[in-house]
């Protein structure tokens, strides 16, 4: 069993398109994340919920709208695809504290 | 502000030399968590260790070895003996466990290219 799952894992869209991205944790953590990898390799949080409630939200444009029905699902939906937007995003989830982040293996993005 | 520097962009190695990889951090916070994740080709984020700020004991694991050294807020990755499958985009990162939710803060990436 994938302890992080993301779907799809790759995405190829138009500009100005709207899309989603899912993402489950079956390892009964309480906080999920997402992170963006940029063509440099960049990784950078933009969004982490705590048992369901947002805890981090970087400057990130507000076409990005993160969706947590429960503790095991933290969806990405983007409004308004830009040529910028393409990147590999990558959701993960830990225990509270100080455990380590475990990733799925990315969703890659690329529009066109 | 936390910061983590990895100085080093590319290193390229021969097969069966040794290789480290700086990590520099920056925060000011007195309990903190780092951690190292390998990338391989194949694009997955692989984690690697964690160490809290409260044991500077290297750790060896293998051909891997962390030097964790407060006093120049370093912890750096030695791998010896590389070999062909350590090619790999390596991240260092720290995190502040004491609010939840924290994420980690990752390194800019060093990629290690290993050649036989």
């Known amino acids: 069993d994938t302890a992080v799952s993301q779907t799809p894992k790759y995405l190829v869209t138009q500009m100005g398109n709207d899309k989603s991205i899912k993402c489950e944790q079956n390892l009964g953590h309480d906080t999920m994340y997402w992170y963006k990898q940029d063509s440099k390799k960049f990784l950078k949080i933009m969004f982490s919920?705590?048992?369901?409630?947002?805890?981090i939200n970087e400057t990130v444009p507000n076409r990005f709208s993160p969706k947590s029905p429960d503790k095991a699902h933290l969806n990405l939906h983007i409004n308004s695809l830009e040529l910028g937007d393409s990147a590999v995003y990558f959701c993960?989830?830990?225990?509270?504290?100080?455990?380590?982040?475990?990733f799925g293996e990315g969703s890659r993005l690329t529009v066109l | 502000a936390q910061k983590v520097t990895q100085a080093q962009t590319e290193i390229s190695v021969v097969e069966k030399e040794d290789v480290t990889l700086d990590c520099v951090y920056e925060t000011r916070d007195t309990t903190y968590y780092l951690f190292w994740y390998k990338q391989p080709p194949s694009g997955e984020l692989v984690f690697l260790i964690r160490?809290?700020?409260?044991?500077?004991q290297n750790e060896i694991s293998g051909r891997y070895s962390w030097n964790f050294q407060k006093s120049t807020s370093s912890f750096n990755f030695t791998i010896t003996a590389s070999q062909v499958v350590d090619s790999a985009v390596y991240f260092c990162?720290?995190?502040?466990?004491?609010?939840?939710?924290?994420?980690?803060?990752f390194g800019k990436g060093t990629t290690l290219s290993v050649s036989s």
């Open positions: 919920y705590n048992n369901k409630e947002l805890i």
């Open positions: 993960a989830s830990s225990s509270r504290g100080a455990g380590e982040l475990f």
């Open positions: 990162a720290l995190r502040d466990p004491l609010q939840a939710g924290t994420a980690l803060i």
């Open positions: 160490r809290n700020s409260f044991d500077e």
